[in-house]
């Protein structure tokens, strides 16, 4: 196999974006280092379904970490700052769990309603014929037992598992997190302008516009690089150390208090990668507010 030479902007950003952030690069290994022992870690009780659902959503949020951390190296923060969007959400539901386990079976049961609606979307389509009608019946039979907790005051069908919006429970966990300090689910500014990236309306893309007004920002650029690592740091404490805790595992606390501690050291205020990333926003609003004019 051929070795790839990398482009020289992308050779130098990569060398600037080392020397701008060790603090950070040295506290991320920390926390793939934690989050290995987290997974690889038995020794609490057996895991139910409930618990190994909350596993595997813990691990997308550690895959995105490491994807975001790639990206983010290249110099792509717009688009790592879109993993971070659904890094958070996942951390906040794993996070809701750790406070309010009742919540776990209706993220579960909630599958045969967003099933049921495939089948009805389905119906008088080609797709129809491709649903066996013993797979049919199985989802009929659990959508009946579990309709009645996701519906409506008129028998609709709810569009989502919890009855209120990301922001309750967001307000919720945040009411209820002084017994775990890491599961703070903080709706900010951030979140809501990663989902305008996400969905690409005019002030995300007002956002990715470079100082000529004509294009946008074309990578490698630093710019949204912090928020997306601080940000993501964060999601990805919050998700394992929920998991830790969902799954009973004894040294629970120790990997919470460890997470924690080595984020803040890196991002806590007064820090020297938070008084950087606080500059970089102040700089970027600033040119956006600029070209808005």
């Known amino acids: 196999m051929h070795n790839v030479t990398l482009p020289s902007n992308i050779i130098e950003f990569q060398k600037s974006f080392a020397e701008k952030h060790p603090e950070y690069i040295q506290s991320a290994r920390q926390a793939a280092n934690i989050c290995n022992e987290v997974f690889a870690d038995t020794s609490g009780p057996p895991l139910d379904e409930p618990k190994i659902m909350c596993r595997c959503l813990a691990q997308t949020v550690a895959n995105s970490f490491l994807s975001m951390n790639l990206l983010v190296s ?21 996070a809701s769990f750790d406070h309010f386990p009742d919540l776990i079976q209706d993220f579960i049961d909630f599958r045969w309603v967003k099933k049921m609606k495939m089948i009805k979307q389905a119906k008088g389509t080609p797709r129809e014929s491709l ?36 922001l309750d ?45 004509y294009n946008t920002d074309m990578p490698p650029s630093h710019n949204y690089v912090s928020e997306s690592m601080m940000s993501g740091h964060w999601a ?5 150390a929920s998991y830790a805790s969902i799954a009973q595992l004894p040294k ?21 990668e938070f008084e950087a990333a606080k500059k970089d926003s102040e700089q970027a609003a600033s040119e956006a507010a600029s070209l808005a004019e």
Request: proline residues 2%; aromatic residues 10%; charged residues 25%.
């Open 74 to 94: 290249y110099g792509h923060g717009c688009d790592a700052l879109k993993i971070v969007r659904s890094m958070f959400e996942a951390a906040v539901v794993l």
């Open 169 to 213: 429970m967001c307000k919720k966990l945040d009411e209820a997190s002084s017994k775990m300090p890491w599961a703070l689910g903080q709706y900010h500014d951030l979140y809501r302008f990663s989902s305008e990236l996400m969905h690409g309306d005019i002030i995300g893309l007002e956002s990715q516009t470079d100082s000529s007004g």
């Open 131 to 166: 649903v066996p009608p013993k797979l049919q019946q199985e989802i009929e039979k659990n959508y009946d037992a579990v309709i009645s907790r996701f519906s409506d005051a008129r028998g609709k069908a709810l569009s989502s598992w919890y009855r209120g919006s990301f």
């Open 252 to 272: 629970a606390k120790i990997y919470g208090d460890q997470l924690v501690d080595a984020w803040m050291n890196v991002w806590g205020e007064g820090s020297q």
């Open 236 to 240: 990805m404490t919050m998700a394992l």
